[in-house]
């Protein structure tokens, strides 16, 4: 069974731009998150999709920051404009089903650096 | 608001026996889950524990005591592989709440 993918791994945009991060979860898992990593701190929750509905977004910090499920599957997070302090690390997680959410598989994460 | 607390920072020999401490407070509870982390890699799930108590899986452990809002992650015969990050996450139904995470540094 194929992970839990994302895409770019490295991202490098200058303040002001446009970057679209995409995220294939493991297939048949309903649930897809999304979470930020802020060097040394907390991984930050920003929001869950179950299949192609958001169910929280409570997490996303602003409304430069877009999230779409299309049809279910993959994930995309659109973050426009950027700024300094969206830097950070973006990782994509996947789990089952919905209530089964606890053993999340993650995938290696998208390093942004936003200059 | 959600907080969890874990130790930055644990250093340990090889073959010992390490514990990594978690607290927590958050507005709903449903399970405590711990994840590893190796250096630029992807977590990856370790253990959950929903009931007070503790889980054995090989040579990891995890405790709860929900009425502490505390639980710990306990390694055994540490090998150089688990130098990692360890993270937990508090869990309410399926949202969930990361610590920072605790740097474990197995020396030989």
């Known amino acids: 069974e194929a992970g839990v993918t994302q895409f770019p791994s490295h991202s490098v945009i200058e303040k002001g731009q446009t970057v679209t991060l995409r995220c294939d979860p493991i297939?048949?898992?309903?649930?897809l998150y999304w979470y930020r990593r802020v060097m040394g701190k907390e991984i930050k929750f920003l929001l869950h999709?179950?299949?192609?509905?958001?169910?929280?977004e409570s997490g996303m910090p602003n409304n430069r920051f877009l999230a779409e499920r299309t049809g279910g599957t993959y994930s995309t997070l659109k973050v426009q404009p950027a700024e300094l302090e969206d830097s950070g690390v973006y990782f994509c997680?996947?789990?089952?089903?919905?209530?089964?959410?606890?053993?999340?598989?993650f995938g290696p994460g998208t390093r942004l650096t936003v200059t | 608001g959600q907080s969890l607390e874990q130790p930055s920072e644990v250093t340990a020999v090889e073959g010992a026996i390490v514990q990594i401490n978690c607290t927590y407070q958050?507005?709903?509870?449903?399970?405590l889950s711990w994840y590893q982390q190796h250096d630029g890699g992807a977590p990856t799930f370790l253990s959950y524990?929903?009931?007070?108590g503790l889980e054995e899986t090989g040579r990891f452990s995890s405790f709860l005591s929900r009425s502490d809002s505390y639980g710990y992650l306990l390694l055994q015969e540490l090998q150089m592989k688990d130098s990692a990050s360890y993270f937990c996450?508090?869990?309410?139904?399926?949202?969930?709440?990361f610590g920072s995470g605790t740097k474990l540094n197995v020396k030989p």
């Open positions: 996450a508090v869990s309410n139904f399926n949202k969930f709440y």
């Open positions: 297939s048949g898992h309903d649930n």
């Open positions: 999709f179950v299949k192609e509905s958001k169910q929280d």
């Open positions: 958050t507005s709903g509870f449903y399970g």
């Open positions: 997680a996947s789990s089952r089903s919905y209530g089964d959410g606890y053993e999340q598989y």
């Open positions: 524990n929903a009931l007070d």
